[in-house]
């Protein structure tokens, strides 16, 4: 029996009837690559009518979120044996009809941020996902899954529901391993330079990748959306709960393994452990899309990675983990204290685009502007834009009804602007 899972909303429409016509339903799907054999119509009542959207069951055994073509996704295994899943969108709504494969698209690789999976970019339907937004406009999409989501729990020897050393990692091994097979993956497919979009966990991957000297040679330009370098002033439960408790408590109170907020569905109603409620006050997400998102969401990430983050908080500096004592960061760094990245290592001529929110509980608009204060002293002029919105928080960035004109436009315009920029 095929999983329910849904892969994406391939299509969100209004009608006055549950009944919508199969035709359309069937061009809107085949429009993104989809294989239109299989599907459900799921509408709820609203007060204007029926809200329905497209739920895809084409879903390979093992629960794996599946290609945008009802394919498996590419398995991309890291340098430290990680398998992970890599999914595409194929082509967007303007080649109905036809691959287009004699004009070279320029690739763009998405990345989800902690507690999230690649779901995350295709949530929202055609009109409002950025990931659709970008296939419409001629780009060639891959959508990441970190280690240890749903679609990247495998590995060469270990076992995630069994080897509590498949968790040893933090956000150091995401930037060292997961970012860089992924980006040297698409690279060598497309022949060309790739370009970035992250949120969240997947800013500071990128960050601290590109201070290292890491992938900038093949990745074209970088959008990051609520930039996380600093995390000093972030203002929520987990903010209180690294201010307060050290590791040796996450540690007794979580176990060096996986950890999820969730176990099995969260809901809306689940404060302060539902994902959304500690991001800020969103401005403007659909509660339709929310409640699906909640169905699937959060993901695991590791205890470790979690702590490493509450270092984060406490400390106010961006670097490498605490082992917590002096000997054991000597024995992993060659030197009592673990070391600092230095942000002044990035290229200069890296064309970056930071977009953050004025309510976001967790990328501060403080934090943020310590990093772009940093970036703007050696950054090449020109190379570096910078968008504050003032009413989105976290989930916006990646679920706003409005993202099309308020944050689509934009990203778009700036990697048009920076086709093979250096």
């Not at 996902?129 to 060469?156: M, P, Q």
């Not at 970088?222 to 590791?247: C, R, W």
Request: glycine share 6%; with cysteine; hydrophobic share 40%.
């Amino acid at each position: 029996m095929r999983s329910l899972l849904p892969l994406a909303l391939i299509c969100l429409f209004f009608t006055a009837s549950p009944v919508h016509s199969i035709t359309h339903v069937c061009i809107t799907a085949q429009s993104y690559g989809y294989d239109c054999q299989e599907f459900n119509v799921l509408c709820l009542s609203q007060s204007f009518g029926f809200m329905c959207m497209i739920q895809c069951l084409s879903m390979p055994k093992g629960d794996n979120f599946t290609r945008f073509d009802g394919t498996p996704p590419e398995m991309v295994i890291t340098e430290d044996g990680y398998i992970l899943g890599l999914q595409r969108i194929p082509r967007g709504r303007r080649c109905v009809g036809a691959t287009n494969e004699s004009i070279p698209k320029k690739p763009i690789l998405l990345q989800h941020g902690i507690l999230m999976d690649g779901f995350t970019w295709v949530v929202s339907p055609p009109g409002e996902g950025l990931a659709y937004a970008l296939a419409d406009e001629g780009f060639d999409v891959w959508i990441a899954n970190t280690r240890g989501t749903r679609s990247s729990r495998g590995h060469k020897l270990l076992d995630a529901n069994v080897d509590a050393a498949y968790w040893a990692w933090t956000w150091v091994e995401l930037a060292k391993f997961d970012l860089t097979a992924n980006v040297d993956f698409v690279h060598n497919l497309t022949g060309q330079k790739v370009n970035y979009i992250a949120h969240s966990l997947g800013t500071l991957t990128a960050l601290t990748a590109f201070s290292q000297h890491k992938l900038v040679d093949k990745v074209n330009a970088a959008a990051l959306l609520s930039p996380i370098a600093y995390l000093k002033h972030m203002t929520n439960l987990v903010q209180l709960a690294a201010e307060f408790y050290g590791d040796q408590v996450w540690l007794r109170t979580l176990s060096f393994n996986s950890f999820s907020l969730c176990h099995g569905e969260c809901s809306l109603i689940n404060y302060p452990m539902n994902p959304i409620g500690f991001q800020g006050n969103n401005c403007c997400l659909n509660p339709f899309i929310l409640d699906l998102f909640l169905k699937y969401e959060p993901q695991s990430t590791s205890t470790k990675n979690i702590m490493h983050l509450a270092q984060m908080v406490r400390s106010g500096k961006l670097s490498m983990y605490d082992y917590g004592n002096g000997s054991a960061n000597l024995k992993n760094y060659g030197v009592v204290e673990p070391p600092a990245y230095d942000l002044s290592n990035i290229p200069a001529d890296l064309p970056l685009f930071l977009g953050y929110g004025g309510m976001d509980a967790i990328s501060d608009v403080e934090d943020v502007e310590r990093l772009i204060d940093e970036l703007k002293i050696f950054h090449q002029e020109g190379k570096l834009t910078c968008q504050l919105f003032d009413d989105y928080a976290h989930a916006d960035f990646v679920m706003a009804t409005d993202a099309k004109e308020r944050l689509h436009r934009p990203l778009i315009e700036f990697f048009n602007s920076n086709e093979h920029s250096n």
